[in-house]
């Protein structure tokens, strides 16, 4: 007999069946710090490929000079341009010579140039990174995605040239963060900092104040992209809701951040006054924080003045883009007809005037051609080469082998000479659909009706340019008039069909000014 003692100590079953996957909260977030660390790794790659160069690179820190390379592009791109990657390769220098400076100068920019080029990656096609991670769905299934990214982008510059951009991406593996809603992770890093220089911790607040610099950047990136999109379509950015809501609370963001900025300056002034009485060393060391944070944060004061008024004046920016791509003139392109505006009217005329249009337009339509010899070895072989005798008639031709195409067409030749009677209108009223129809299954043939329905709903969008050009005399058309069709097989528009007479007068007096 078991005491309830001993059931109180027996361990758990376990269940025989396999664990279910976890939700999908858990899940996306166990997704969100793949795609993090799949952002990491183009720069472990540089690490791992360094042994590839010609020659000894060991000693470089490849890592360091990536994540150095995105630091510089990111505090010294605009918000209309970019960075030069000239001046990123300058900048990348004394920290390259700092890790191997027995080594020559031009070595070191060989590095600077080739961390840069992979971090934006030149030798791909689309110059992206892709990484494959899995992910579990509702119903359980293990599914592989792929996630595509950038690092730094090269962008054209509205006044030519071309500029280095980081993306959000690159941004989130400087800061060290995942992907985070810009607008909390700024009030965070703004209020972290404040913290921190009240406590008089201004090495720890010297980071929070790069984070929170680092965010303003990701900010005014997110309103570019949306400003450059609105260029181009201006139907691709919901501006009834989206794009509204997201500027009314970024320049609250900003007048916060204002507040914010302004209290840090006093908190910085504040812990320089109190270092006054430390020691010489400390003195010293708090000083060059204070003055450091100044500098980072008068960098946040303009780089959030900058927001504001691209954000007041995103507004017009709409109106004006709206105007400009409404009112636009479509492009136009005129078609060549072949036959009414070649064939046709060089048909009456004799060979000797109709060779001069023909050789005209096969020369313009032909386009280049690429010169049989381009060198002077290729000149020199085709002009000492004899001339091959040719008989008189010719290469004897092969004789083709012709295969009888089948006859798969619904309708056959009687078929179709029984519906052009019908429709066959010139002297005759126009005649409804329906009474054509009723008379087309009089003689008995059920798809008689068929091919006459389809070519009256031909006749409904005549060709009429064509047609006139092609010398057609009569033209087959059909208009709707609003009755319905009563008919046991078809339905739509009861059609009046008619037959129109061209102005023949006209189209000879057209070809003779054409030839």
């Not at 025989?16 to 999908?24: F, K, L």
Request: hydrophobic share 40%; aromatic share 6%; proline share 6%.
């Amino acid at each position: 007999m078991t005491s309830p003692a001993s059931t109180d100590l027996a361990p758990p079953q376990l269940s025989a069946g396999p664990r279910p996957a976890q939700g999908p909260a858990a899940d996306e977030g166990l997704a969100r710090r793949l795609r993090a660390l799949a952002c990491t790794a183009p720069l472990h790659d540089l690490d791992a490929r360094k042994a590839n160069l010609a020659g000894e690179y060991s000693v470089y820190a490849m890592a360091e000079v990536a994540l150095a390379a995105i630091d510089l592009v990111t505090l010294n791109m605009d918000f209309d341009t970019g960075a030069d990657s000239e001046q990123i390769i300058a900048r990348l220098l004394p920290r390259v010579a700092a890790q191997a400076p027995e080594r020559p100068a031009a070595e070191h920019e060989r590095v600077a140039r080739w961390v840069l080029e992979n971090l934006i990656n030149v030798g791909s096609v689309d110059r992206g990174f892709r990484a494959v991670y899995g992910t579990f769905g509702t119903d359980g299934v293990y599914t592989r995605r792929d996630y595509d990214f950038k690092l730094i982008e090269e962008v054209p510059g509205y006044g030519g040239g071309i500029y280095l951009r980081t993306t959000d991406e690159a941004v989130n593996v400087l800061v060290g963060a995942l992907d985070t809603d810009v607008t909390s992770a700024q009030i965070a890093a703004e209020v972290k900092l404040e913290v921190l220089i009240s406590r008089g911790r201004l090495a720890d607040a010297q980071l929070a104040a790069e984070q929170a610099r680092y965010r303003t950047v990701q900010y005014a990136e997110t309103l570019r992209k949306t400003l450059e999109a609105t260029r181009r379509n201006v139907r691709a950015v919901d501006w009834l809701q989206t794009v509204p809501d997201m500027i009314a609370e970024a320049l609250d963001h900003v007048a916060d951040r204002y507040r914010h900025e302004n209290a840090i300056l006093t908190n910085i002034r504040k812990a320089r006054d109190e270092a006054e009485a430390a020691t010489d060393a400390k003195t010293a060391e708090h000083k060059r924080r204070a003055a450091e944070l100044v500098d980072i944060v008068k960098d946040c004061i303009r780089r959030h003045t900058q927001l504001q008024s691209r954000l007041l004046e995103a507004g017009p920016l709409f109106r004006a883009e709206q105007d400009r791509q409404a009112f636009a003139a479509p492009t136009s392109y005129t078609g060549l007809d072949l036959y009414g505006q070649l064939v046709a009217p060089l048909l009456p005329l004799p060979v000797e005037q109709a060779t001069k249009v023909t050789d005209a337009f096969f020369a313009h339509g032909t386009g280049l051609r690429t010169p049989a010899s381009v060198r002077v070895g290729d000149l020199v072989d085709l002009l000492l080469t004899p001339p091959v005798e040719r008989q008189h008639l010719g290469a004897e031709m092969p004789e083709p082998d012709l295969i009888a195409t089948p006859d798969d067409s619904r309708f056959s030749e009687e078929q179709l000479a029984a519906a052009m009677e019908l429709l066959d209108l010139e002297h005759d009223a126009p005649r409804r659909l329906s009474g054509l129809l009723a008379e087309a299954r009089r003689g008995g043939d059920p798809d008689l009706a068929y091919l006459v329905t389809l070519l009256a709903v031909h006749a409904a969008s005549p060709p009429v340019g064509t047609a006139y050009r092609q010398g057609e005399e009569r033209l087959l058309f059909a208009v709707d008039d609003g009755t319905p069709l009563d008919d046991p097989e078809f339905g739509g528009a009861d059609l009046i069909v008619g037959t129109a007479l061209l102005d023949a007068q006209g189209m000879a007096a057209d070809r003779t000014e054409a030839s």
